[in-house]
């Protein structure tokens, strides 16, 4: 018990020095993993690993969203710009 402790405070203080930009969603991802992991037959690790790509998969997912949603909003500003509504005829 106390090794794996000293286990998961090893890991945890190296992921926190690690740089944070290519892990987006893995922390994340490998917690509920791990837990969902061990609960399934102590497989604790390997439900880590699993989680971490697949939260790095939907932050990616999230990301790309967002991106698609913002050219869309730039590009529609941008027609509405170009195209100034023409006031009523009298």
Do not use: W, Y
Not at 12 to 33: D, E, H, Q
């Amino acid at each position: 018990m106390k090794s794996r402790l000293l286990m998961l405070c090893l890991f945890t203080s190296l992921a926190c020095l690690s740089g944070a930009a290519s892990a987006k969603g893995c922390l994340k991802g490998a917690a509920v993993g791990g837990v969902a992991g061990h609960f399934a037959g102590n497989h604790g690790v390997l439900g880590a690993a699993a989680g971490c790509g697949i939260g790095h998969h939907q932050a990616n997912k999230k990301d790309a969203a967002q991106a698609q949603a913002q050219a869309e909003a730039q590009t529609q500003a941008q027609t509405q710009r170009a195209a100034p509504a023409q006031a009523p005829a009298k």
